[in-house]
């Protein structure tokens, strides 16, 4: 088990979620994606870091205490599903010439989301956080990372 701090932690490590890839009638520069997108992550963040404190609450989880595995998959779940709420609004945003160089990291983030959700009790590997986080970085999209 874990404390609540190292489950909280642990789960905005999943602050990664909010990058995403593919409307076809989207006519944004490469430029206009990024601003947007990294918006998009940056908001996605803090709706995170509220779910968080709010799961918390409902659940009665004080600073310190060790979460049951029940308590521990409601707090990652409701972290996740901001994450994936953002990348569903990127795939809105991202330019039709653009689609080819982000695919790679819209399909590693929607990844690394069906892993959280197998693992919501346990802490994946770092591998798909790690990949994610650099395909957003060489993209642009500093705000999309973990």
Avoid: W
């Amino acid at each position: 088990m874990k404390s609540v701090a190292t489950l909280l932690l642990g789960t905005v490590v999943l602050g990664l979620f909010g990058c995403g890839g593919g409307d076809s009638g989207s006519s944004l520069s490469k430029a206009e994606f990024i601003k947007q997108g990294n918006r998009v992550c940056e908001q996605a963040n803090e709706e995170r870091a509220e779910a968080l404190e709010g799961k918390a609450k409902e659940l009665k989880i004080e600073s310190g205490e060790v979460a049951t595995p029940a308590q521990q998959k409601q707090v990652v779940l409701a972290a996740l599903a901001t994450y994936e709420g953002a990348t569903e609004k990127l795939k809105e945003l991202v330019p039709s010439e653009q689609e080819g160089a982000v695919q790679p990291l819209i399909q590693t983030r929607e990844e690394l989301a069906k892993i959280v959700h197998a693992s919501a009790t346990s802490t994946p590997k770092p591998g798909p956080y790690k990949r994610a986080n650099l395909l957003a970085i060489r993209y642009g999209l500093d705000e999309c990372t973990v």
